[in-house]
């Protein structure tokens, strides 16, 4: 089983639409979580630290759920320009080791 | 954030020669990480660049191919040695400032071998 899983999509979606990813962790010791989005040939940024009673930013809404060890983002009201990777990302207890899913593959369209 | 930049971005390279990509942080961080990504897939540590000491090497990655560099807290370099073209891939550098935060990252190389 990966530490990280994610589903991998590709999700197509229409603009306007909501879409939801999620992704569970196996370590149930695991510390820290957080939301990246990588465009295509592009390097991996972050786009929200995840928190035990949710947190959102804009369109964007992210859950942690410790006890079934899984973690979601929902996005609002899509915009062309939310079709990236969204890589779900869990750093281990204890150092600075830090786990990436494999990523998520979002298409919005017109 | 730190800002991270990272040279060259990009590189075509003869099989069997060596290229140190460079990883410059706008302001102290407390550690350095070296990735590689294949186009599609997900990345992949290859180590963690640990100031004043040798680096940390994942299963699979070893010194001699993948020489890093630490001299300070803000830069560090990664050679890809006796490169071949399964070296072909992008490298990524990213830095943190602490247990629990996050990594941000430079904007990669793009490495391909002839």
């Known amino acids: 089983r990966k530490e990280v899983e994610q589903d991998p999509g590709p999700f197509n979606v229409p603009e306007g639409a909501t879409v939801a990813f999620n992704c569970t962790y196996s370590n149930s010791a695991s510390q820290s979580f957080f939301w990246y989005r990588q465009d295509c040939r592009k390097e991996p940024k972050l786009l929200m630290s995840v928190y035990s009673s949710g947190n959102e930013d804009g369109r964007f809404t992210a859950q942690l759920n410790r006890a079934s060890q899984y973690i979601s983002l929902l996005i609002r009201d899509s915009k062309l320009s939310d079709s990236a990777t969204y890589l779900c990302v869990v750093n281990k207890t204890g150092g600075f080791k830090t786990i990436f899913g494999a990523g998520t593959r979002l298409f919005v369209k017109a | 954030s730190a800002v991270i930049s990272q040279k060259p971005s990009r590189d075509i390279c003869q099989r069997g020669t060596s290229l140190t990509i460079q990883c410059q942080v706008d302001?102290?961080?407390?550690?350095m990480f070296w990735y590689r990504q294949q186009p599609g897939q997900s990345l992949t540590l290859i180590a963690t660049a640990n100031q004043g000491s040798e680096a940390t090497y994942e299963s699979g990655f070893v010194i001699d191919k993948f020489p890093i560099s630490r001299p300070n807290l803000t830069f560090s370099t990664l050679t890809v040695s006796n490169m071949s073209p399964e070296d072909s891939s992008i490298y990524l550098c990213?830095?943190?400032?602490?247990?629990?935060?996050?990594?941000?990252f430079g904007d990669g190389t793009r490495l391909s071998i002839l």
């Open positions: 990213s830095a943190t400032t602490g247990v629990n935060q996050p990594q941000h």
């Open positions: 302001s102290q961080v407390t550690m």
